[in-house]
């Protein structure tokens, strides 16, 4: 690990500055993905901001009838918070779904949105990745991409979001806020917050630079059965090969968002109305466009499987 400096100021603005003054600072929260990166190089900040004694460890009501979660309330709390339970289960499961129950202790709501890719030619300093070093190549798309995008994917990049909060939040339509080095403040749609990579993979959301998440808002409660099924390799500490965050009504409609197909969590809004016809159906209109490799054209089969069994499990 190469040698940096450090600090921790006293209010989201004053960290946001802390940023923008140096380029080639970063945020620190729970540090989970960020020191694994640095030990390996992958990331080499010369400035560490601090952020963990901000105060932004609360959940809240909101007037609206929603939650607003702090960007710093670690994983294991929100899962296990009343409230998330009872009126955003999916959230909940999606939370214990991920890594294991030591980093969900340390792990952040804005730290796990901002996790980095789990890509293998990424985190290899020796490989070609456009990701880690734009306009180097990308090793994947002729290499081992079993665990790799089938959606959403460029030329410059087939690496995949590994998130499992992520894609409970965007079924549930969160709202990013965010404060920048000026104290000016904004609200992301989740929608559009994570990018595809296009011809810029090195960006992985449209935040600005000197942009700090302060907090994760949720609307008011969907209600409904709410489901998320994650298929993996093994059964702890493993990331999604197909993952179905699914919060599906009486009536049959509802919302799905997937996991581990995407450089983002992948939801199609519009092919949302084909659900009450089944997975087949809804699956086609979702997975509309995908460009799969030689290694993971199983990913579209196991997709449309995921999807059934989650619409399966819900209606139970």
């Known amino acids: 690990m190469k040698s940096f400096t450090y600090e921790r100021p006293g209010t989201p603005a004053e960290a946001a500055a802390a940023v923008a003054r140096n380029p080639d600072a970063k945020f620190i929260a729970g540090g989970t993905n960020l020191l694994d990166l640095m030990k390996l190089q992958v990331e080499t900040p010369a400035h560490l901001v601090d952020v963990n004694g901000l105060g932004l460890d609360t959940i809240e009501a909101t007037p609206e009838g929603g939650l607003r979660i702090g960007a710093l309330v670690r994983n294991t709390d ?5 409230r998330v339970r009872k009126d955003y289960g999916v959230l909940a499961r999606a939370l214990l779904a991920g890594a294991t129950g030591q ?18 030619y990424f985190y290899d300093t020796a490989q070609a990745c456009n990701k880690r070093r734009p306009g180097s190549g990308c090793s994947a798309l002729d290499g081992v991409s079993r665990q790799l995008a089938v959606i959403g994917a460029s030329e410059a990049c087939i690496a995949t979001h590994p998130s499992d909060m992520a894609v409970a939040m965007r079924v549930l339509d969160a709202t990013i806020e965010t404060v920048d080095a ?47 099924r994650k298929v993996r390799d093994r059964a702890s500490y493993a990331f999604a090969l197909v993952s179905v965050a699914a919060v599906v009504q009486p009536d049959g409609t509802g919302r799905v968002a997937f996991g ?22 809804a699956a086609s209109g979702m997975l509309a466009g995908a460009a799969p490799t030689h290694d993971n054209a199983f990913k579209l089969v196991l997709a449309e499987r995921t999807l059934g069994a989650a619409l399966k499990q819900a209606r139970a």
Request: aromatic share 4%.
């Open 260 to 281: 581990g197909l995407a450089h983002k969590p992948w939801r199609v809004e519009e092919a949302e109305g084909d659900l009450p016809r089944g997975a087949r159906a």
């Open 182 to 228: 000026a104290g000016a403040e904004r609200n992301i749609p989740i929608a559009e917050f994570h990018r595809l990579p296009g011809d810029a993979p090195e960006r992985d959301t449209t935040l600005k630079r000197d942009e700090l998440i302060t907090a994760v808002t949720l609307p008011r409660p969907l209600g409904g059965a709410q489901v998320y």
């Open 103 to 120: 980093l969900r202790n340390q792990a952040t709501t804005a730290g796990n949105l901002l996790q980095r890719t789990r890509c293998p």
């Open 78 to 82: 929100l899962a296990a918070d009343a």
